[in-house]
């Protein structure tokens, strides 16, 4: 399924499986049937029907829950975009190794599994002010990382990223795909201050004027101005559609990231998928109205790494419990009347 041109790249895209209807309609009448008002648990409802109709069962599971982090490096960092250095991704990657980082105890929480991906922390994208951050060859590659992570067998699928600078990148790719000012989609990030927010916003109009229309097409605004974790995310966010796995989003990287496959293949593109937070990045909530998707959580969070969907993990199991646990009312008179017996 690795796409060797841009093109080919669209074909995956265009050719999308459809969800499994006949299971979410089950998965709702026996929502409708539960022990209790119609209706009544809310999102936790709509969660467990979201899961089924992708799972393709009546009954769906998160046995095989899994987080995937892709950590990548950028070349704009030289422009003072973040508040940390570029050392911290390789501290960063040897955190989730060793198992102290935020994403690390959540997914131990919520029992999924945890695997990281270095997309080349090593090798920072092309300065994007001046030049594409990456060529189709290295952006195709990127994009294959994202595919070849996932495996197929998962259940559900959460999506984390690490990259200092990839908060701008992230912004620089919302404003070409949904356009606005630089100023719109920029936030403090790793936490800089108001000069380091001009900085940001500088950086992504100096990358727009340099790379004109060709921002124009989705799959280029990624290539030109994203990251190799930006890229390898969508890959990912494709292949999950492509194996009918559920997908819940992260914050604002994540979503930026995934963009694309909305503008290229419509609403269906991220049908997928659900929006796991809103995060405390400003252009989270802008993005997320323009992607029409409703978060499940609203906690101020933005440490990245996948860390709010993964807190979201609770909310799925809370809702496959009830769904799954919880008797009929054809059910619980079955038991009642054994018990009277």
């Known amino acids: 399924m690795k796409p060797d041109t841009l093109d080919h790249l669209r074909q995956l895209i265009a050719d999308l499986p459809d969800a499994n209807d006949a299971a979410a309609r089950n998965a709702a009448a026996r929502q409708d049937n539960l022990v209790k008002p119609a209706g009544s648990l809310g999102r936790l409802e709509e969660i467990a029907v979201h899961l089924a109709r992708w799972q393709g069962t009546e009954r769906p599971t998160m046995d095989r829950a899994r987080t995937i982090i892709f950590a990548g490096s950028h070349g704009i960092t030289k422009h003072g975009v973040s508040a940390f250095p570029d050392e911290v991704n390789a501290q960063m990657l040897a955190g989730f190794g060793a198992g102290f980082a935020a994403i690390c105890q959540l997914t131990s929480a919520f029992g999924a599994e945890l695997s990281v991906v270095d997309c080349g922390i090593a090798t920072p994208t092309a300065d994007f002010t001046t030049q594409p951050a990456m060529d189709e060859s290295a952006f195709l590659a990127a994009v294959a990382m994202g595919l070849d992570a996932v495996r197929g067998t998962e259940d559900l699928l959460v999506f984390g990223e690490m990259g200092i600078g990839n908060t701008t990148a992230a912004a620089a790719v919302a404003l070409a795909l949904f356009g606005g000012e630089a100023r719109d989609w920029v936030g403090p990030g790793t936490g800089v201050d108001d000069a380091g927010i001009g900085r940001k916003a500088d950086v992504i ?39 009918r796995i559920p997908v819940l989003l992260d914050g604002f990287i994540v979503t930026a990231a995934v963009a694309p496959l909305h503008l290229i293949a419509g609403a269906d593109g991220l049908a997928h998928a659900l929006a796991a937070h809103q995060s405390g990045e400003p252009g989270h909530q802008r993005l997320l109205a323009k992607l029409e998707l409703d978060p499940l959580l609203a906690l101020g969070m933005r440490l990245g790494e996948g860390s709010g969907a993964a807190t979201a993990l609770g909310l799925v199991r809370a809702a496959l419990a009830c769904h799954n646990g919880m008797a009929t009312f054809a059910e619980a008179a079955v038991a009642g009347s054994k018990q009277d017996s």
């Open 205 to 243: 109009a100096r990358a727009l004027a340099t790379h004109g229309a060709a921002l124009d097409d989705p799959l280029l605004a990624l290539s030109h101005v994203g990251g190799r974790e930006l890229a390898a995310i969508f890959g990912a966010c494709l292949a999950a559609r492509r194996h």
